[in-house]
C-alpha cells in the first residue's frame, strides 16, 4: 500500500532531550512537510522541502531542525531549543505537479 | 503572509441538518482553497478542493464556494451524518501549493 508513514505513534521524553520523529513516504513524490498541531491553533507548518538535500524553514522553525538525504524519508528532530515540545506533529507529501497533500497519521510527543 | 481565519470553532447539528463552515483568506495571490477532514487521532484528509477560477464544487452531499472579490469561502455539508463528526480545516496556497490551515471546526453531529 502507498502512504505516508510516521514512527512512532506515540513518543514520551524528558526535557532537555533532542527527539527524532521518522516520516517515509512510498509515494515518490517530491515535497514534504512537517506540521505542528496544538488544541485550537490549527496546523502549522515547521518545515518543507521540494527536492532531496533542499529544505526551507516554515512559520515556526526554531527549535527544530530537519534533513533530507532521501527523496522517500524526512525525518525531524525536536531539540532543547523547543521551549513547549509537547504537540501533535504530522508530516505531509505532494507531487511537485499536484495539489492535495497527503498526510501521515501523526505523532504524540509528550515532554515531561 | 497568507493568514486564514475560520468559524465558528464548534458546530453542533442535528442529524439530516446542513453545517456551513466559513473561511476568510488574506493573500490575493492564493489560489489553491482545499477542505480536511480530521478524526481523533488520526492525520487530516483531504475531502473537497478548489481552485481560483471556480466559484463553486459539488461533491455529493459536500460542495465548497468561493468569493475571489470578498476573499472568502465556505464548506457546505447536507443531510449530515453522525459520521461527519469530525474537525474540519480550510486552507489557502499560492503558486507553491504550500497550505496556510485555518484553525479547525469541531463539527458534532447528534443522532
Known amino acids: 500500500d502507498g502512504g505516508i508513514t510516521q514512527s512512532p505513534k506515540y513518543l514520551f521524553r524528558k526535557e532537555g532531550q533532542n527527539v527524532t520523529l521518522s516520516c517515509e513516504q512510498n509515494l515518490n513524490h517530491d515535497a514534504m512537510y512537517w506540521y505542528r498541531q496544538d488544541p485550537g491553533q490549527g496546523l502549522r507548518l515547521i518545515y518543507y522541502s521540494q527536492i532531496v538535500n533542499d529544505f526551507q524553514k516554515g512559520d515556526i522553525a526554531e527549535g527544530y531542525s530537519v534533513s533530507r538525504e532521501k527523496k522517500e524519508s524526512f525525518p525531524l528532530t525536536v531539540t532543547s531549543a523547543q521551549k513547549n515540545p509537547t504537540a501533535f506533529y504530522l508530516c505531509?507529501?505532494?507531487?511537485?505537479?499536484?495539489?492535495?497533500?497527503?498526510f501521515g497519521q501523526g505523532t504524540r510527543l509528550t515532554v515531561v | 503572509g497568507e493568514n486564514v481565519e475560520q468559524h465558528p470553532s464548534t458546530l453542533s447539528v442535528q442529524e439530516g441538518d446542513s453545517a456551513v463552515i466559513k473561511c476568510t483568506y488574506s493573500?490575493?495571490?492564493?489560489?489553491?482553497f482545499p477542505w480536511y477532514k480530521q478524526e481523533l487521532g488520526k492525520g487530516p484528509q483531504l475531502i473537497i478542493d478548489i481552485r481560483s477560477n471556480v466559484g463553486e464544487k459539488k461533491d455529493q452531499r459536500i460542495a465548497v464556494t468561493l468569493n475571489k472579490t470578498a476573499k472568502h469561502f465556505s464548506l457546505h455539508i447536507t443531510e449530515t451524518q453522525p459520521e461527519d463528526s469530525a474537525v474540519y480545516f480550510c486552507?489557502?496556497?499560492?503558486?507553491?501549493?504550500?497550505?496556510?490551515f485555518g484553525r479547525g471546526t469541531s463539527l458534532i453531529v447528534h443522532p
Open positions: 486552507a489557502a496556497a499560492g503558486g507553491s501549493y504550500i497550505p496556510t
Open positions: 493573500d490575493s495571490a492564493s489560489n489553491y
Open positions: 505531509a507529501s505532494r507531487q511537485l505537479r499536484g495539489t492535495e497533500a497527503f
